[in-house]
């Protein structure tokens, strides 16, 4: 069965400041890989996803994400945080199923932005 | 186009009852998907209907069911509710193909006492 770790329950930086959460996964095939965000009292939003080809996976909102099949990873990056991106991420690995995917999601990680 | 619509926004049972949670996908998308998210067990699928067929299914007990109708839109059911069902129900929809986005909608927060 897939499954995916997210090692870091909270990260806080600095406004402006680089960002990486980090991200790996259990898999035994080729994974589809995605990373969304949670504001508080809404629903998920696709930041952006992995299914094949370039592993530099460019995303909304200034994100990107690479996947490393070496490391089993697939950390995602901003390089200027802004306030407004203080929110829940939440890392999901897809297994192929019936013609879709079945998403296992990690546990997340709360980013808090200091101003 | 409009979202995702998930209604009630907020619901409050007692143990025993039973409910029934309605998710309104985006025009035109014909997969829906249910997931519930507590902080416990953070965020998990329950399954997925397209094209009103449950095409896939997650690790939940029978208690939890749901349907997709004609027009796509779907609910979900959970019988006999327990404390532990008390959690954030969230829909999504996308067109059904395996490399399409999900939209999600802002979820049903169901409280059993």
């Known amino acids: 069965a897939q499954s995916v770790t997210q090692p870091d329950i909270h990260i806080t930086v600095s406004e402006g400041a680089s960002l990486e959460l980090r991200c790996n996964y259990s898999?035994?095939?080729?994974?589809?890989l995605f990373w969304y965000v949670q504001s508080p009292g809404q629903g998920l939003q696709l930041l952006l996803k992995?299914?094949?080809?370039?592993?530099l996976v460019q995303g909304i909102k200034g994100f990107e994400a690479e996947f490393k099949r070496s490391q089993s990873s697939f950390n995602l990056r901003k390089p200027s945080v802004h306030w407004s991106d203080a929110a829940e991420y939440f890392c999901?690995?897809?297994?192929?199923?019936?013609?879709?995917?079945?998403?296992?999601f990690g546990r997340g990680t709360s980013l808090i932005v200091h101003p | 186009k409009a979202g995702v619509t998930q209604t009630p926004r907020y619901l409050i049972k007692t143990r025993g009852q039973q409910v029934t949670l309605s998710c309104s996908p985006i025009?035109?998308?014909?997969?829906v998907s249910w997931y519930q998210q507590t902080p416990g067990q953070g965020l998990q699928f329950l399954f997925e209907?397209?094209?009103?067929?449950?095409?896939n299914k997650g690790n939940f007990p029978g208690r939890f069911s749901g349907r997709q109708f004609s027009n796509s839109r779907s609910e979900m059911n959970v019988s006999t509710l327990e404390l532990g069902d008390s959690a954030l129900y969230l829909c999504?929809?996308?067109?059904?193909?395996?490399?399409?986005?999900?939209?999600f909608g802002s979820g049903t927060q169901l409280s059993v006492l």
């Open positions: 999504a929809s996308s067109s059904g193909q395996v490399n399409e986005k999900l939209f």
């Open positions: 898999y035994g095939a080729t994974p589809y």
């Open positions: 992995y299914f094949s080809g370039d592993t």
């Open positions: 999901a690995v897809g297994a192929a199923s019936g013609g879709s995917y079945i998403p296992t």
């Open positions: 025009s035109g998308h014909r997969s």
């Open positions: 209907y397209f094209s009103e067929t449950q095409r």
